[in-house]
Every structure is written in C-alpha cells, then in structure tokens.
C-alpha cells in the first residue's frame, strides 16, 4: 500500500486546511489514521477510523476542530484543519494499518506510511 498526503500549506492563524491522503489500493479493509510531527516533538496521533465498527477517535488537542473523514470508492481520506493555531505547526501524516483499536488510534499488525505533508499556521 502506497500513501500520498497533500494539501499542505501556510495558513493564518483561524484559518483552515483540506489535507487529503490517496492510497494505491482499496482501503475499505484497513484502519486508517492522521499523525503530525512538530519541530522538535514526538509523534502525535491525531485521528484515525477502525474499521470493526466505522467509529472514529480524535485526540483530545483537536477535537472539535479537525474532521476525519474517508471515500473508499477514491481510495482517499481526508483531514479538514479549522480554526487553526500556531502550534498545529507540524508534517501530517497519512497512515493504513490491518487494525485499529476502536475507539483510539492504537494499531497492530502491518502499517503503511505516506510522506508526510507540511502545514504551518504563522501570521
């Protein structure tokens, strides 16, 4: 499985972002996910989609702000980025895993990563 993020950008402070995230293959049978690296931090999961159930978990610093959703018919999913601060400065990363956790972005067994995709909120 291959993954492409795009939609990356410089963007004020309030502003939004599409990020969208294609894959090379049907995806409908993976758990499917958003992570983010800022300057000089860990990895961040974000949001991510278990397939078992089509529930979706959001962390707790962008609940209500960031939407996660997927077209398996495109074999895209996409993240929209509203209201949008500073310190959402970060690559965003696309990935597909054979399971995810419901409930939570934990994930087992094989993953997939696409190259991650700058967004950078500055005024």
């Known amino acids: 499985v291959q993954l492409q993020a795009s939609g990356g950008g410089l963007v004020q402070p309030g502003g939004s972002l599409r990020l969208s995230c294609t894959a090379s293959?049907?995806?409908?049978?993976?758990?499917i996910g958003w992570f983010r690296q800022g300057p000089g931090k860990e990895r961040e999961a974000l949001s991510c989609i278990s397939r078992s159930d089509g529930s979706t978990y959001y962390t707790d610093s962008v609940k209500g702000r960031f939407t996660m959703s997927v077209d398996d018919w495109k074999n895209t999913m996409y993240l929209e980025l509203d209201s949008l601060k500073p310190e959402d400065t970060a690559v965003y990363y696309c990935?597909?895993?054979?399971?995810?956790?419901?409930?939570?972005?934990?994930?087992?067994?094989?993953?997939?990563w696409g190259k991650g995709t700058q967004v950078t909120v500055s005024s």
């Open positions: 293959t049907y995806m409908a049978y993976y758990g």
């Open positions: 990935a597909a895993f054979d399971t995810v956790v419901v409930g939570t972005c934990r994930y087992y067994g094989m993953e997939y």
